[in-house]
């Protein structure tokens, strides 16, 4: 999916306001795709890819083996995502390759 919309406005929102799959849905929303909450999302509408393109969910595991933590790929090795130290925040992926589990794109 390419991202149309600008995300900056973002930045800075604490994490009790926008938590990490509520950024991802808010990415989507601005991009005109709606999402269910995380827990109803029909996977047959995803497909698991090797490299993120833009738009690319990743899904994390930052805390063991659960998976506990998503954010969208921007590009240019970014991502945007909510933490709850920092809120939402766009970072270089480099520092969460040893952590990411699964990249999704759309189906289109």
Not at 16 to 23: G, I, R, S, T
Not at 63 to 83: N, P, Q, S, W
Request: glycine share 8%; aromatic share 10%.
């Amino acid at each position: 999916m390419r991202l149309t919309s600008d995300m900056t406005d973002m930045i800075g929102t604490p994490f009790e306001e926008l938590k990490c799959w509520d950024v991802v849905a808010e990415v989507y929303r601005r991009n005109g795709v709606t999402l269910p909450n995380y827990t109803d999302i029909p996977m047959d509408e995803w497909q698991e890819v090797k490299e993120p393109t833009e738009g690319s969910v990743l899904v994390f595991s930052l805390k063991g083996k659960e998976l506990d933590h998503v954010g969208v790929y921007l590009g240019d090795g970014r991502f945007i995502h909510a933490t709850k130290p920092s809120g939402v925040c766009i970072e270089h992926i480099s520092k969460y390759v040893p952590r990411l589990k699964h990249i999704y794109d759309r189906k289109e």
